[in-house]
């Protein structure tokens, strides 16, 4: 009875996600230029410095290609060579969400801010939503959060370094994304919606195949 109602949660879960990414695409699609887009941008911009600049650049980083591919191959073959063969496998699978993403972006085609609305610290290419580096950071470090928090001989001091490291990441990258002039505030918030949409079907998988295979 716990587990179909536990399941059944997660399931209305999804689809609210789902239909959230899907009304919030279909608005931007239509209204490409929004005015609470700019004043947000408006408003944390205000608070630049140079020193601040590296600070957000450096938080995307991990997110800049060929940069985002390397860390992830890098993280997966870790895991692989640690005797984690499936944990391995399974963040290998984050790559394929450059593809879902690049097919969004062409599908809404929203332009990329510019010099005219907001201050660009980072030229960037592709279409603007949604945003390719808050979708991979949610989907990645978002996954790297739940394996360390279920694999049970990784040492304590790992587990903590790199779940407290992963949170970083995901909670920082829509604002530094957003202070780099690379992308509207709706553009983190759907690939936000749109990470989360990714990580339900990779750990449904990775828990199932654990319990059938533990």
């Given at each position: 009875?716990?587990?179909?109602?536990?399941?059944?949660?997660?399931?209305?879960?999804?689809?609210?996600?789902?239909?959230?990414?899907?009304?919030?695409?279909?608005?931007?699609?239509?209204?490409?230029i929004l005015d609470f887009d700019i004043k947000t941008s408006l408003f944390i911009q205000q608070f630049h410095a140079d020193w601040l600049d590296?600070?957000?650049?450096?938080?995307?980083?991990?997110?800049?290609?060929?940069?985002?591919?390397?860390?992830?191959?890098?993280?997966?073959?870790?895991?692989?060579?640690?005797?984690?063969?499936?944990?391995?496998?399974?963040?290998?699978?984050?790559?394929?969400?450059?593809?879902?993403?690049?097919?969004?972006?062409?599908?809404?085609?929203?332009?990329?801010?510019?010099?005219?609305?907001?201050?660009?610290?980072?030229?960037?290419?592709?279409?603007?939503?949604?945003?390719?580096?808050?979708?991979?950071?949610?989907?990645?470090?978002?996954?790297?959060?739940?394996?360390?928090?279920?694999?049970?001989?990784?040492?304590?001091?790992?587990?903590?370094?790199?779940?407290?490291?992963?949170?970083?990441?995901?909670?920082?990258?829509?604002?530094?994304?957003?202070?780099?002039?690379?992308?509207?505030?709706?553009?983190?918030?759907?690939?936000?919606?749109?990470?989360?949409?990714?990580?339900?079907?990779?750990?449904?998988?990775?828990?199932?195949?654990?319990?059938?295979?533990?």
């Open positions: 009875m716990y587990t179909l109602l536990k399941r059944n949660t997660l399931i209305f879960i999804l689809a609210i996600l789902i239909v959230s990414f899907a009304t919030l695409s279909f608005f931007i699609a239509q209204h490409p590296k600070v957000m650049l450096a938080i995307s980083f991990f997110g800049e290609l060929p940069y985002s591919l390397l860390s992830v191959v890098v993280v997966a073959a870790i895991f692989y060579w640690q005797k984690y063969k499936r944990e391995g496998i399974f963040i290998s699978t984050v790559l394929l969400s450059g593809l879902i993403i690049l097919g969004i972006k062409n599908v809404i085609n929203r332009p990329r801010p510019t010099a005219f609305y907001v201050r660009l610290v980072e030229v960037n290419r592709f279409q603007s939503y949604p945003s390719g580096h808050v979708l991979s950071y949610t989907l990645f470090f978002g996954f790297l959060i739940i394996l360390m928090n279920n694999l049970k001989d990784i040492p304590k001091l790992t587990k903590n370094i790199v779940t407290y490291l992963s949170a970083f990441l995901i909670i920082t990258i829509a604002p530094s994304r957003i202070y780099l002039g690379a992308h509207w505030f709706t553009d983190t918030v759907g690939g936000f919606l749109l990470g989360l949409i990714c990580l339900f079907p990779l750990c449904y998988f990775y828990f199932k195949k654990k319990q059938v295979n533990p």
